[in-house]
């Protein structure tokens, strides 16, 4: 295969990789505690966080599927952005999850199940986390690691090699520096994305005119093409359990996905993840709607030429991924300039890092804080812990290898990744939502609801076609969903249990210990500096200073 | 058909001008949080 790739773009990729090891070795010595290694001390400020979550979020397996839908389905796909837009505006204007998890200060999903629930919901719920997590993004391992290789302009045989070099990378500086690590590097991964696929996107509709995108769109795929809501466009001609299920799993990749939890909750305080959640909304949207743009314009630059016309056309209307990948990256091989090309290839080496390291931070501190620690005998101090996590960020990237490298290319991308996620799902929202909302929910009504979540199995096209059956998989996902918050509801109401955690407050709503009495400052004299402050009910207290009040605890205040 | 032109256009357009404009906001702005990040940490440390 030949490639455009100048010794300019080498040095631009190469250096990004190199960086961010540099950045590993350097925060290396920040992280001295569990919440230093998971959560950067909670220190992050709303414009860091907002950074972070927008690099994370914009990962390479989003970019290759939102490419894919905008070369098959055009100007409709912006509806499914639109839709992910708002799913995340609603969930962090309501402050639903990440808001109470926040408050209450956990770690970890797996923390909140053993605090809320009892330590076997936290082991079970850590396990079932972290295996979906590595299911799920092996996946990404072949599939990103073969769009680089057509990106970049090398040949398919190098692809084990280009694999094992990037996760060797995202291994040393995840397990050096932690979530520090994680934070710096995905501020450079921002700024090189930015500054990539906004140029990308200037010079395509300066080279191919925004009129002449539209024409060619509406030539190629007609006005279902354009309008989302005509009959004969894709996304919407199914408006059902497919778009319903879509809805659904946008509303768990807000809620339950931990890497994203680790984000809002390494924030300083409740307002700034208050801040930062609600303008990652507009991540949210931009995260598919720049990589459907650029699908299309793939689309319109690709068809050019009358023998690639008909693959790229036979590929939107089958939806062969494999094309549909190739096209957008040949489509930027062949249409940068030098200098933007390597900016761009550097930006999505981020992406493909992105969607690894924080899963490995995430998965190495469920398992060593609540898997291995709550199961050994001495229970483990913070600093063991940090080594632990240390280990196992390896450890656990070995194994996403194995199973990643094992697994085959062709298999369907967009149903395995929605089939796993069905999976961890329907375990994790009804654990998640009732544990937070519902005090009479049960550590026995969580684990039925891990039970009944192995259902959505049954969505898996081999586990079908094993068993005989043709069942939509959007309908048994939703069908096992639904089952899952039944199952619990029903279960914790036969088998009820208190908080294995002795200072949840089981009244409160968030379960956070009851509020300290509240403290009134009353001027009692012209004289600025007397002032007296007192306790509500309290015989004898003791004149304080005014202190600036946390605004954290002034929220659960009534 | 027209209608959706122009609306893409104008969202399309639109949408790039403000994040780009928040990306720049960001962009500097997460620059200083990554350093007082950095020294509350090494604040922790000691």
Not at chain 1, 294 to 302: A, H, K, R, T
Not at chain 1, 309 to 335: H, M, P, S, Y
Request: glycine residues 8%; aromatic residues 10%; contains cysteine.
């Amino acid at each position: 295969m030949d490639s455009r790739f100048t010794l300019l773009d080498w040095c631009i990729l190469s250096a990004f990789p190199a960086v961010s090891i540099v950045v590993g070795f350097l925060s290396r010595r920040y992280v001295g505690q569990m919440d230093d290694f998971v959560l950067a001390g909670r220190t992050i400020r709303p414009r860091l966080g907002l950074a972070s979550i927008i690099a994370s979020e914009m990962g390479l397996m989003v970019f290759i599927f939102s490419a894919q839908q905008g070369l098959t389905r055009a100007m409709s796909a912006f509806a499914i952005a639109v839709l992910s837009g708002l799913v995340c505006l609603a969930i962090a204007a309501g402050g639903v999850v990440a808001q109470p998890l926040r408050r209450i200060g956990v770690r970890t999903l797996a923390e909140f199940y053993r605090r809320r629930f009892s330590r076997g919901v936290g082991v079970i719920g850590g396990l079932l986390l972290v295996a979906t997590g590595v299911l799920s993004v092996a996946l990404l391992l072949k599939n990103g690691g073969s769009f680089l290789l057509n990106l970049i302009g090398l040949e398919e045989h190098r692809l084990p090699t280009v694999i094992c070099l990037l996760l060797g990378v995202v291994v040393l500086y995840t397990s050096l520096g932690g979530i520090v690590s994680v934070f710096m590097k995905d501020y450079l991964q921002f700024v090189l994305l930015t500054v990539g696929l906004m140029l990308t996107m200037l010079l395509s509709v300066q080279t191919m005119e925004w009129d002449n995108i539209f024409q060619t769109i509406d030539y190629l795929r007609g006005r279902g093409g354009v309008n989302p809501l005509h009959p004969e466009a894709t996304f919407f001609q199914r408006l059902g359990p497919e778009t319903l299920w879509l809805v659904v799993a946008l509303v768990g990749s807000c809620t339950v996905v931990q890497s994203l939890l680790l984000r809002t909750g390494a924030t300083e305080n409740v307002p700034a993840m208050r801040k930062t959640f609600k303008w990652a909304s507009l991540g949210f949207l931009m995260r598919m709607l720049i990589p459907m743009f650029i699908g299309i314009c793939s689309l319109v630059y690709l068809t050019q030429w009358p023998s690639l016309k008909a693959a790229i056309l036979w590929a939107g209307r089958v939806e062969d991924q494999d094309v549909a990948r190739l096209a957008t990256a040949t489509f930027l091989n062949r249409f940068l300039p030098v200098g933007v090309l390597g900016l761009v290839a550097a930006a999505m080496i981020g992406a493909f890092m992105s969607a690894l390291d924080s899963c490995l931070v995430a998965w190495s501190a469920v398992v060593s804080q609540d898997v291995l620690a709550p199961l050994s005998r001495r229970r483990p101090d913070d600093r063991q812990q940090v080594m632990m996590a240390r280990l196992l960020v390896p450890l656990l990237a070995l194994l996403t290898l194995i199973w990643g490298l094992a697994i085959p290319r062709t298999y369907d991308l967009w149903h395995y990744v929605m089939g796993i996620a069905a999976v961890y799902f329907a375990g994790a929202m009804p654990a998640v939502f009732l544990g937070l909302y519902w005090k009479r929910a049960s550590a026995a009504g969580a684990y039925a609801a891990f039970f009944v979540s192995f259902g959505s199995l049954l969505g898996f096209k081999p586990v079908q076609a094993a068993l005989g059956l043709a069942w939509r998989p959007a309908v048994v996902h939703l069908i096992i969903l639904a089952g899952a918050f039944a199952a619990m509801v029903v279960v914790s109401l036969i088998r009820p249990s208190r908080p294995a955690d002795e200072d949840w407050n089981a009244d409160h709503p968030f379960g956070l210990p009851p509020a300290a009495p509240r403290r009134l400052r009353v001027e009692v004299a012209p004289d600025p500096l007397h002032t007296a402050s007192f306790t509500q009910g309290a015989t004898s207290p003791p004149p304080q200073p005014p202190q600036e009040a946390d605004p954290a605890a002034q929220e659960d205040q009534p | 058909m027209k209608l959706w032109l122009n609306f893409w256009y104008w969202a399309m357009a639109g949408g790039l001008f403000l994040f780009a404009s928040i990306a720049v906001t960001v962009g500097f702005g997460a620059f200083r949080d990554i350093h007082a990040m950095l020294q509350k940490l090494r604040g922790r440390r000691r």
